[in-house]
C-alpha cells in the first residue's frame, strides 16, 4: 500500500528534536506555540477575574455575618438592662440561667439539677436562678413540689421558671433518620428561644444540648458552663458503628450494609468535630464520672477546664434504713431504678429474670418477684412500658414482674428497703444514681460491665467487694442464682462493704466539688 509522504513541521528537525513532547495525538490538528500561550493567558486571566471577586464577595459576605452577630449581641444586651429584674438597694441580681428543657422528670439528671441550684442559693445570696423548661403541662409551683417529692430537695429561695413552646424540636421522634444532628439543631432554636425569652449573666446546659453553648456565649454575651451526664457521640459509638455491632442505636438493617455502616461512621465522625468545636466554646466543664471525663477530653480536648463532680446521691436517706441480716427467705424482690428509656436496656432485666424463673432449682427462693420503678417522660416512655409489659406475658412471667412509674421518694425508700438485690443494666452508663441509691439503701447491686458502674462505683473498696458486674443475659441469670445462693450472712458482710463505699457520693461531697468547679464563673 502506497504511504503518503510525510509533511514537514513548522520548525523542521530541530523542533521535532527539542519539542517532541508537546506534539498533539495523531488525529487532532496542532496549535503553533504562540497560540498555546494565548490560550494558557486567557485562561490565567479569566481564573483571575472569577476569582477576585468571588474573593472580595466571600470577604463582605463574612462581614456582613459579622457585623449582623455583632448588632443582635448588642441588641440583646440591651433587652436584658431593660427587661432584666430590679434587685435590692437598686443592685440587679446576677442571672443564673440553667437550660434543663425536661425539668419535671424524675432522673438523676433532674436531682443534679436541683441540688445544683440548691447549692448555688446558699452560697451566693444576690443570685436569681432561672430554669428553661419545656414543661408547659406544670405550674412553677408544681415543679417545686415534684423537686421535693421525687428527691427530698427544697429550696431555700424561689426560681424563675422560663417555659419553652418549642421543645418538640429536641424531640428524638422528630428526627427517625440522622437523630444527632436532627436534636443538636433543634436544641439551637430551642436555645434562641430560651434567649430571646431571658438573657443571663451566666448560662448553664445542665442537660447535655452542648450546641446552645456557643449561642449563649457569642450572642448573648453570658459566661457559659455545663454537665455533661452522657456525652452525645463517644468514640465506643463510633468503634459499634465501625465494627457493625447491632445495639439499639445502631439498627440491623444498618449492621447488614457495609455501604450503610460506612456512610454512618463518615456521618458520626463529621458530628464528632462539630460537637468537639461547641464543646471547646465551654469556660467550664463538669462531667459526672471517668468514663465521661475520658470521652469528653478526646472530643472536646478542654482538659484545663475540666473536672469531675460526681452527681448528688442522697446516700443518707437511704443509710438510715436499718440494714440487718435477713430473717425470711420465703419471698425476694429484685428492684431496678432506672428511666424507662431504650438505653436502660429492661428488656434485658426482664429476659435475664425470665432465665432464673426457668432455671430455679428444688431448695432456692420459692418466690421471686422484680420491680421496676422508673420515670416516664413522655408518651414514647409510657408506650416503652407497654411494650416491656407485653414482653412479660409472652416470657409468661406477669405474675412475678411488678411496674411502678413516677412513684414516690417514700415509696420508692420501701421497695429498695426489702429488696435483696439492686439490678442495672445499661451498657456503658454514664453513671449510675440508681447504682448508688441501691448500695446505699443495703441492696446486693448486680450492674453492667461498662461505664461508670465498672469504673467509679462497683468497685473494691478497702479491699472488700461491694458488688458485682454482669454483661448478658446468661450472665446476669448466673450473677442473680449466686447472689440468692449466698448465705445471709454474706450478703450482709457484701451489704455493709457497699453502704461504706457510697460516701464519696454524697450531697455534701457534691456541693463541694460544684462550687469549686463554677467558681470561675462567678469572678
Known amino acids: 500500500m502506497p504511504r503518503l509522504p510525510a509533511c514537514p513541521s513548522p520548525a523542521g528537525s530541530q523542533w521535532e528534536r527539542g519539542n517532541a513532547r508537546l506534539a498533539p495525538p495523531p488525529g487532532l490538528p496542532s496549535l503553533p506555540s504562540g497560540r498555546h500561550k494565548m490560550v494558557a493567558g486567557g485562561t490565567g486571566r479569566l481564573l483571575c477575574s472569577l476569582l477576585v471577586p468571588a474573593l472580595f464577595l466571600s470577604g463582605a459576605l463574612c462581614l456582613c455575618v459579622a457585623v449582623l452577630l455583632w448588632g443582635v449581641r448588642l441588641w440583646l444586651q440591651a433587652r436584658k438592662r431593660r427587661l432584666g429584674p430590679a434587685g435590692r438597694d437598686g443592685q440587679r441580681p446576677v442571672l443564673v440561667a440553667f437550660f434543663h428543657p425536661y425539668c419535671n422528670a424524675g432522673g438523676g439528671g433532674e436531682r443534679v439539677l436541683w441540688c445544683a441550684i440548691r447549692t448555688l442559693q446558699k452560697k451566693y445570696k444576690n443570685i436569681t436562678c432561672v430554669v428553661y423548661t419545656g414543661d408547659r403541662d406544670a405550674t412553677a409551683e408544681e415543679i417545686v413540689e415534684g423537686a421535693f417529692r421525687r428527691f427530698n430537695i427544697k429550696l431555700t429561695h424561689p426560681v424563675k421558671f422560663v417555659f419553652l413552646e418549642k421543645r418538640y424540636l429536641v424531640e428524638a421522634s422528630l428526627y427517625p433518620h440522622f437523630t444527632l444532628l436532627g436534636q443538636s439543631l433543634g436544641s439551637v432554636f430551642l436555645g434562641w428561644e430560651a434567649l430571646l425569652k431571658c438573657v443571663p449573666d451566666i448560662y448553664i446546659d445542665s442537660m447535655g444540648y452542648a450546641f446552645t453553648l456557643p449561642l449563649f456565649k457569642y450572642l448573648g454575651g453570658c459566661r457559659v458552663g455545663c454537665y455533661v451526664h452522657y456525652p452525645t457521640i463517644s468514640t465506643d459509638m463510633l468503634s459499634v458503628v465501625r465494627n457493625q455491632d447491632t445495639r439499639f442505636n445502631n439498627a440491623a438493617f444498618i449492621t447488614n450494609n457495609p455501604l450503610i455502616s460506612k456512610f454512618k461512621l463518615v456521618y458520626y465522625y463529621l458530628f464528632a468535630f462539630l460537637y468537639g468545636l461547641v464543646g471547646s466554646c465551654s469556660d467550664v466543664v463538669m462531667v459526672n464520672s471517668s468514663w465521661t471525663l475520658n470521652h469528653i477530653l478526646s472530643i472536646w480536648r478542654t482538659g484545663a477546664c ?51 424463673l426457668k432455671e430455679k432449682r428444688p431448695g432456692q427462693q420459692p418466690s421471686l418477684k422484680l420491680i421496676l420503678i422508673g420515670g416516664c417522660r413522655n408518651q414514647q416512655d409510657e408506650e416503652r412500658v407497654n411494650n416491656l409489659k407485653r414482653l412479660c406475658e409472652e416470657l409468661g412471667v406477669s405474675a412475678n414482674v411488678m411496674f411502678r412509674v413516677n412513684i414516690p421518694f417514700e415509696e420508692l425508700k420501701r421497695h429498695l428497703a426489702e429488696a435483696t438485690i439492686g439490678l442495672h443494666t445499661m451498657w456503658n452508663e454514664h453513671f449510675g444514681i440508681g447504682v448508688v441509691e441501691c448500695m446505699a439503701a443495703g441492696t446486693v447491686i448486680l450492674a453492667h460491665n461498662s461505664g461508670g458502674p465498672k469504673l467509679d462505683i462497683v468497685v473494691p473498696y478497702e479491699g472488700h467487694i461491694t458488688g458485682f458486674l454482669a454483661e448478658n443475659e446468661d450472665n446476669y441469670a448466673e450473677k442473680m442464682a449466686y447472689i440468692l445462693s449466698l448465705s445471709p450472712e454474706k450478703r450482709l458482710e457484701i451489704r455493709e462493704n457497699a453502704r461504706r463505699s457510697v460516701y464519696r457520693f454524697s450531697d455534701r461531697h457534691f456541693e463541694e466539688t460544684f462550687l469549686l468547679s463554677v467558681e470561675p464563673l462567678f469572678k
Open 306 to 356: 475540666t473536672s469531675v463532680v460526681y452527681p448528688p446521691c442522697d446516700v443518707q436517706t437511704f443509710l438510715d434504713i436499718p440494714l440487718e441480716e435477713e430473717k425470711s427467705t420465703a419471698e425476694c424482690s429484685i428492684v431496678s431504678v432506672s428511666q424507662f428509656r431504650p438505653e436502660k436496656d429492661h428488656p434485658l432485666q426482664i429476659r435475664a429474670f425470665a432465665k432464673l
